[in-house]
């Protein structure tokens, strides 16, 4: 008869519990922020489509959700409601929702800041796309940008300029204009007869006119202003970033200033992975005041990691909110006093 104490002690030792590799760089968030920006892409694709959320100039309706959504005033024009009755729709249908809407947009930026811009929005994922593009095509990801990038990925191995990628930048961003155009365009005017009239080559004067002025607009955007947009011009990225400068406990980029020298060997000739990956041409390792459009896309902190992995210390940027957000803003006070 077997010891069931033996038998106990050998399940036991058998047991492997798996640990990661101390030596592993950690895992990089950006195929799942990728996701997320695809995914919303496809939303704003299909949402005309679907009746998901548009205005039928048509109709002279809006449609949410599937359903019609109307604000009323056809009853009071026709004398089956009062002026009352009519303001009292107006503020229910179309005000209240926009205002709670706005809140809970501005609430997500004032605590976590820009994650919209970085994580959602269709816009800044076409400029990340043709900034990688131009990158591989001219070493640059903007023709106004005065030096090339480093020549080494964040996880060290070298990159390869070659001037034939131009060959992908300009189509790229026509063809994301263009998709933009006919997309903006549905969202004014029912989905199945801009897509019917276009597939057909049977759009109206006012459809070519649309989807042509708007095609050369964004192309040129894309192709010269993108991130300049981004920075200096979106509306919805400036509330965010004012919602976000107003909470000194919101998410930030923290720097372990103690250890800039580390920054120094990131990547030979003293360039630094976290300035080249950015896609807004921001320098992480600054202020809050000074990273005023940062979208929070994580690409520095994703590429500190990289440069970082063999380090006993660890990677220099991370995300931090609440109190160390406060002593991360404190720490550059301090050197700056000193």
Same mark, same amino acid.
């Given at each position: 008869?077997?010891?069931?104490?033996?038998?106990?002690?050998?399940?036991?030792?058998?047991?492997?519990?798996?640990?990661?590799?101390?030596? +592993?760089?950690?895992?990089?968030?950006?195929?799942?922020?990728?996701?997320?920006?695809?995914?919303?892409?496809?939303?704003?694709? $299909?949402?005309?489509?679907?009746?998901?959320?548009?205005?039928?100039?048509?109709? *002279?309706?809006?449609?949410?959700?599937?359903?019609?959504? /109307?604000?009323?005033?056809?009853?009071?024009?026709?004398?089956?409601?009062?002026?009352?009755?009519?303001?009292?729709?107006?503020?229910?249908?179309?005000?209240?929702? $926009?205002? $709670?809407?706005?809140?809970?947009? $501005?609430?997500?930026?004032?605590?976590?800041?820009?994650?919209?811009?970085?994580?959602?929005?269709?816009?800044?994922?076409?400029?990340?796309?043709?900034?990688?593009?131009?990158?591989?095509?001219?070493?640059?990801?903007?023709?106004?940008?005065?030096?090339?990038?480093?020549?080494?990925?964040?996880?060290?191995?070298?990159?390869?300029?070659?001037?034939?990628?131009?060959?992908?930048?300009?189509?790229?961003?026509?063809?994301?204009?263009?998709?933009?155009?006919?997309?903006?365009?549905?969202?004014?005017?029912?989905?199945?007869?801009?897509?019917? *009239?276009?597939?057909?080559?049977?759009?109206?004067? *006012?459809?070519?006119?649309?989807?042509?002025?708007?095609?050369?607009?964004?192309?040129?955007?894309?192709?010269?202003?993108?991130?300049?947009?981004?920075?200096?011009?979106?509306?919805?990225?400036?509330?965010?970033?004012?919602?976000?400068?107003?909470?000194?406990?919101?998410?930030?980029?923290?720097?372990?200033?103690?250890?800039?020298?580390?920054?120094?060997?990131?990547?030979?000739?003293?360039?630094?992975?976290?300035?080249?990956?950015?896609?807004?041409?921001?320098?992480?390792?600054?202020?809050?005041?000074?990273?005023?459009?940062?979208?929070?896309? /994580?690409?520095?902190?994703?590429?500190?990691?990289?440069?970082?992995?063999?380090?006993?210390?660890?990677?220099?940027?991370?995300?931090?909110?609440?109190? +160390? +957000?406060?002593?991360?803003?404190?720490?550059?006070? +301090?050197?700056?006093? *000193?």
């Amino acid at each position: 008869m077997s010891d069931p104490t033996a038998s106990f002690a050998s399940a036991t030792t058998r047991r492997v519990i798996p640990i990661a590799r101390a030596d +592993a760089p950690p895992k990089s968030q950006q195929k799942r922020r990728l996701a997320f920006q695809v995914g919303f892409f496809l939303l704003f694709v $299909l949402a005309p489509v679907f009746d998901l959320f548009r205005y039928d100039l048509d109709a *002279n309706h809006a449609w949410l959700l599937g359903m019609e959504w /109307r604000l009323g005033m056809d009853d009071f024009l026709a004398g089956r409601i009062s002026a009352l009755e009519a303001g009292t729709n107006v503020m229910l249908r179309l005000f209240v929702p $926009l205002l $709670l809407g706005a809140a809970a947009f $501005l609430w997500v930026a004032w605590k976590w800041g820009r994650m919209y811009c970085g994580w959602l929005c269709p816009h800044f994922s076409v400029v990340e796309t043709i900034n990688k593009l131009m990158a591989r095509a001219s070493g640059k990801p903007s023709v106004w940008e005065k030096w090339r990038l480093p020549p080494w990925k964040p996880d060290g191995t070298p990159t390869r300029v070659d001037a034939r990628w131009w060959g992908l930048v300009v189509p790229a961003a026509v063809g994301f204009a263009f998709t933009w155009a006919v997309v903006l365009l549905t969202y004014l005017l029912p989905p199945a007869e801009v897509y019917g *009239n276009l597939f057909n080559g049977e759009l109206t004067r *006012n459809q070519f006119i649309f989807i042509t002025a708007a095609t050369v607009v964004l192309s040129l955007e894309f192709l010269f202003a993108r991130h300049l947009f981004c920075r200096f011009v979106c509306a919805v990225g400036l509330f965010q970033s004012l919602a976000w400068m107003s909470n000194r406990d919101a998410m930030v980029v923290g720097f372990e200033r103690s250890r800039a020298a580390d920054c120094a060997s990131c990547l030979p000739e003293r360039q630094s992975a976290c300035d080249a990956v950015c896609p807004m041409r921001l320098k992480p390792r600054n202020i809050k005041r000074h990273m005023f459009t940062c979208t929070q896309c /994580r690409q520095c902190v994703d590429a500190c990691n990289e440069t970082q992995h063999g380090n006993p210390d660890g990677p220099l940027l991370s995300w931090v909110a609440g109190e +160390a +957000a406060r002593q991360n803003e404190a720490g550059f006070r +301090a050197v700056r006093e *000193n």
